[in-house]
């Protein structure tokens, strides 16, 4: 068989290939339609630049399962989600992780750290695999979802103290914190598990059904796995979740007291290490200092 | 999540009806040998690899394929990880405590097809059933028509949180089934990432995966110099085939640095240990690199390194001597060694796979002789070099463009009447996937790919033809042309 004839050959099967793409429903093609709230956006960590046309590529490639194609969480995959978590709507502008305040956006650096750390025991993966360049790109893309970004400027990010020391007598005032003054425990529970009597009745700011965190399973938290990351859960809060910010409440010292308290309730707490898994700190690491 | 499965198993019958001719030559002349070599026939008799694919971790996930692969079965770096992760995304819901009872993580995946092939320079029988006045005449065969891959039957994930596991029962196109791989992995060992350990059958930790290529045709659809063994050649390995041992490996956060070291049981991978002794290894090395206009490039260096037996001990207590499985002796040395890459351009978009292989046998080996005879006169170590250069361009995740061009050259031939390119082989492909949707409950792919190979001497790698070429000098021309739907569920 000559050459040119098998090259002839070949072009049944474009012809082929034509058809079914006039057939195919629109709406199979799932990566051909999404919609942005506002142009063309940039996204500035450290040294990076990202760029939302090149985050489109990404996020059409990783993120529209769940997000959807407008960033609202309407995703395929949203409604078969472990527990229930809903996908972050992108379009309302408000994030769990944060450095700002409560209510105000986050910085560029908050949304590229939260890609590449993940969400645990979320549906949420850690997307460090990509490159840093392709989860800043992405970072700029999900700003063009919501005219927030357009609109405001994130607030500054709150001060992180030095540590105090992880005493017993920290513990035991954090533990006071927890149990007494704050009453965490409504949520999260007496020893922690999520299982508190107010639980059942937690919602997000969507209206659906959201767990409080089990401080007794998982080795990191939602939002780092450092004591400084489980620190600034306390101070900023989750936006979008009724766990609100303690900044106006509670003294440094006494943030530093609840983290401590907290770490007591991990199964494998030691006093004076931190319980993160290998993983979690070099992750953390990488996500939130190589880049400043 | 998906691996791959090629296209061999389709003509299985023609590749295995080649091999039976190579055993016929100088093995007819020492006893030993043609024992040993009639004891091993079966094993070659066996299927070759399949294609694997599964979105079973994509509906665990809910992740779309895309997010795992580069465009499946293909994976890019984060479907790397996962899998170096031991099939878990570390967000302490990997255990499958965590999981809806009801899920089962299985997938299955087939191609119906239509393709052609066609083979010239065969030997044909001038009258059909030969006798008489029959001559063999040097003709073109070609045949075409609809036809169906093999199944493959994938189930793997989390046993437990850090063990994981993969049963792959595999069938060719006629359904019989075979083990492509079946395993159990203990992952990060001491809480470190460093340290995994596999053990059952699995696919060797190549940095361009066969399994996974993007490639169906007969000619296409396997790395030539992941098979080629030169002609007259014991040594059944090959470094596409799927082995049975116990691997060593370990990976970065990001998997960017990666190692693996294996220690395989000499028997092409086939199980009831048909026929060695003896183990073989395995080294691997990769590095990635992040070069942000580019995307990540990665470079890696393997190095096989094993034994094949020569002599078959043999028994007759029967009246006839019969081989003992399993008790070969007179083992000689083998290895293939070379370095691979996986590099990116235009942002990742334009993907290129370079691949150089340096192959040697032992003389006993390349010529089929016994190690308790002498080697003919003239014999030499047979010694070649191999590689080729892959490109995918990827339109967007559900269009790819794809074209390989694959080389093998011999340095050094067993015997010196064997003509300098005895073996040679030159081989094309070029094609294009079309994903037309991509969610992550299953997974459809339109695939075209025209390819062709040259041989020289030899029937074609892929089993087409008639399974010997007309003349030893001259060069076979194979092609294919494939038109098909890849789907998996």
Known sequence: MKLGVSVVAFLPGLACLSLMAGAAPCSAQINIHVHTATGPAESHIGNLTGHSEAGKQLYRRFCIGCHGPNGDGKGENAPYLADGIQPRDFTVGLFKCRSTVSGSLPLDSDLFDTVGRGLVTTGMPSWGPLTDQDRADLVAFIKTFSPRFEEEKPEKPIPNPAESADTPESQKRGEELYQKTLKCFECHGKSGRGDGPSAPTLRDNKGNPIPPYDFTTGSRFKCGATNADLYRIFMTGLDGTPMPAWSDWVSPDQGWDLVHYLRTLQVNYKTGKSKTAPQSREKSKENTAKLK | MFLRTSFLRLFAGARHATRSSRWSTLAKAIAGAAVFFGAMQPLYALPVQKVLAIPAFARKYGLPCSACHTAWPELNNFGQVFRDNGYQLMNDRDSPIYQNPTYFPITFRITPNWHLESTTHQPVDSIPGGGGASISQDKTVTTHGFDLSGLDIWTAGTLFKNVSFSVLPSA???????????????????????????????????????????????????????????????????????????????????????????????????????????????????????????????????????????????????????????????????????????????????????????????????????????????????????????????????????????????????????????????????????????????????HNEYSMARSRGTAPLSGDGVGAAFSPSSGVWSRSLLIGFDFDF
């Open chain 2, 172 to 446: 060719n196109s006629a359904g019989a089934f075979h083990f492509e791989n079946a395993y159990v992995r203990f992952d990060n060992l001491g809480g470190s990432r460093w340290l995994n350990l596999k053990f059952g059958k699995f696919e060797l930790d190549n940095l361009i995966s066969e399994k996974r290529f993007l490639f169906l045709s007969a000619n296409g659809g396997l790395y030539q110099t992941y098979h080629f063994v030169p002609l007259g050649d014991s040594t059944g390995f090959g470094v596409g085939d799927n082995q049975i041992g116990v691997e060593l490996m370990g990976h970065s956060a990001k998997s960017y640095t990666r190692y693996s070291v294996a220690l395989l049981s000499s028997n092409e991978g086939q199980v009831g240990l048909p026929s060695s002794r003896t183990y073989d290894s395995y080294l691997t090395f990769s590095q990635a690199f992040q070069v942000s206009s580019l995307g990540l490039q990665r470079f890696g260096a393997f190095a096989y390194i094993g034994e094949r037996p020569t002599v078959t001990q043999t028994s007759s207590a029967s009246g006839t001597p019969a081989p003992i499985a399993g008790a070969a002796t007179g083992n000689k040395p083998f290895y293939r060694v070379g370095f691979a890459g996986d590099l990116y351009a235009l942002r990742g978009k334009w993907e290129f796979l370079p691949y150089y292989v340096h192959g040697y046998d032992n003389a006993f080996l390349g010529t089929k002789t016994a190690a308790n005879m002498t080697l003919p006169p003239g014999t030499h170590a047979p010694v070649w070099n191999g590689g080729f250069l892959e490109s995918h361009y990827y339109v967007s995740p559900q269009f790819v463009l794809t074209g390989r061009y694959e080389i093998i050259r011999m340095a050094q031939q067993a015997l010196d009447t064997n003509p300098g390119n005895l073996g040679d082989i030159d081989a094309y492909s070029f094609g294009y996937r079309w994903y037309p949707f991509m969610y992550s409950r299953a997974g459809l792919a339109f």
